[in-house]
């Protein structure tokens, strides 16, 4: 099938007209998200959603379908409203691949991502949604660092069918974190540390391009337990990119997020702080959201 759109947006007139980002906990939801956009959180029951890479993520679909209508009722109109979609961190492998050299065909493009990348799913790459974003100014010499993003289509085409019900066409699907970078700022070197439910999603962006993701399931998601995820990208960083992070963002803490941003500095003797937005703080169920209004210029 041909490469989805998971993580680019090339902004068109009129935007979408609704943004949703799904998590386990509930729907969050942007209305006129030309400006000033609207928003808003639904929760959901907890036997609604349960977030796998591997496995149907929507096991009540009807109960997800009334939610989404509830919150974005159809339009009159027989057109599909344009939506965007952005899955749990978890739903979606998603991977930095760097090449030493990476063909200008987007067949042979393809064909080699689907190649590098086939090896480390656990499912058939064949049956899967894949997209793949080479990275301006990623490369050093011919070298590339090319995003990558699978999932098996059952899985995609779950999470979009109660939007297809709802009468909207979603035309983007992306990924909490994914879009959540575009709140980070392109520094020299910086680590997003995401929380989203049990997942924890850490980042490593250097000038704007992304070098490493890495979405892990916690066990207690205790302090204790990041900093034992957090020790080794910072040596990432200083090991492969021969260079110190200028700065650790945090996101989706919570009312813990002052006492972590300090506990966490202490430790790691780095600046860190909090993940920001000029429509509000991000937090676990809607950092995606907030990120892609910031792409599409929806904070102004």
């Not at 729907?27 to 149907?56: C, K, W």
């Not at 339009?75 to 030493?100: M, N, T, W, Y």
């Not at 995401?194 to 302090?223: F, N, P, Q, W, Y």
């Amino acid at each position: 099938m041909p490469a989805r759109r998971w993580f680019t947006y090339l902004l068109k007139d009129p935007p979408p007209a609704y943004v949703f980002e799904l998590s386990e906990a509930g729907i969050a939801v942007a209305r006129n998200t030309s400006r000033p956009p609207r928003i808003g959180f639904q929760p959901l029951e907890p036997d609604v959603l349960s977030v796998s890479p591997v496995r149907d993520n929507v096991l009540r679909l009807e109960a997800l379908t009334a939610q989404i209508q509830a919150l974005a009722p159809r339009a009159e109109s027989r057109k599909r409203q344009r939506a965007v979609l952005i899955l749990p961190d978890g739903s979606v492998r998603v991977s930095v691949l760097d090449f030493d050299a990476f063909p200008s065909q987007p067949e042979q493009q393809l064909s080699l991502v689907r190649f590098r990348i086939k090896k480390s799913l656990p499912y058939d790459v064949d049956s899967a949604s894949l997209s793949y974003f080479a990275q301006p100014g990623g490369g050093n010499g011919n070298r590339m660092d090319v995003v990558v993003a699978v999932a098996p289509l059952e899985i995609v085409a779950r999470y979009e069918a109660p939007l297809r019900a709802a009468g909207f066409h979603p035309g983007l699907v992306t990924t909490s974190t994914l879009a959540a970078l575009h709140l980070a700022p392109h520094g020299n070197l910086a680590v997003l540390v995401k929380l989203g439910g049990r997942m924890l999603t850490i980042s490593v962006l250097e000038r704007g391009v992304l070098k490493l993701l890495r979405s892990i399931e916690l066990a207690e998601a205790d302090a204790g337990e990041i900093l034992g995820h957090l020790h080794p990208t910072l040596a990432y960083c200083e090991d492969q990119l021969a260079a110190r992070s200028e700065k650790v963002l945090l996101c989706g803490f919570g009312a813990a997020s002052e006492q972590a941003c300090a506990a966490y500095q202490t430790e790691l003797n780095v600046p860190v702080e909090p993940l920001r937005s000029r429509l509000g703080m991000p937090d676990q169920y809607n950092a995606g959201l907030l990120g892609c209004l910031e792409s599409m210029g929806g904070s102004g």
